[in-house]
């Protein structure tokens, strides 16, 4: 097996994600190889895709459209806040996550999948599914999952 040097990290911009991507940086650095920050932003299925949001002084734009405009500026603004690498890029997808990081791994060329898991178990797992078992399953690249690490109560 060769050394990384091109590694995909998905994130769901939640709080441990910012640990993901550290980790992925460090596994990184010792190769020189460049890190893809990517979040797969799926649209709700109980909105419709043309529900208008408006406001005194706004132009109506459709739910989805602002979802998804908020969604790229947060991993903008994270991708931003990434330091200590020598390359990293960001890509946004929309879709199911776990089919989107699996397209993306394998039409971009990755040789590794650094991506965090909740560890969900019993009816969350069920009800959710878990995004990082889908992917290890059918990755056609090595895939490093990482706990992430719970949010700590105020």
Not at 29 to 35: C, K, V
Not at 93 to 104: F, K
Request: charged share 20%; proline share 8%.
């Amino acid at each position: 097996m060769t050394a990384p040097s091109r590694i995909l990290v998905p994130v769901d911009l939640m709080e441990g994600s910012q640990a993901i991507v550290d980790y992925a940086v460090t596994l990184a650095r010792p190769f020189n190889a460049a890190i893809e920050v990517m979040h797969a932003w799926e649209p709700p299925q109980y909105v419709a895709p043309d529900l208008l949001v408006a406001a005194p002084g706004w132009n109506p734009q459709p739910l989805e459209k602002m979802a998804l405009e908020t969604a790229r500026e947060s991993l903008r603004k994270f991708v931003g806040g990434i330091h200590g690498a020598s390359a990293v890029t960001q890509r946004m997808e929309v879709g199911e996550p776990a089919s989107a990081v699996l397209r993306v791994a394998e039409s971009g060329g990755f040789d590794l999948i650094v991506m965090g898991t909740h560890g969900r178990r019993g009816l969350p797992r069920l009800l959710m599914g878990s995004v990082a078992h889908k992917v290890i399953s059918r990755a056609h690249c090595p895939v490093l999952t990482l706990r992430v690490p719970e949010a700590k109560d105020a």
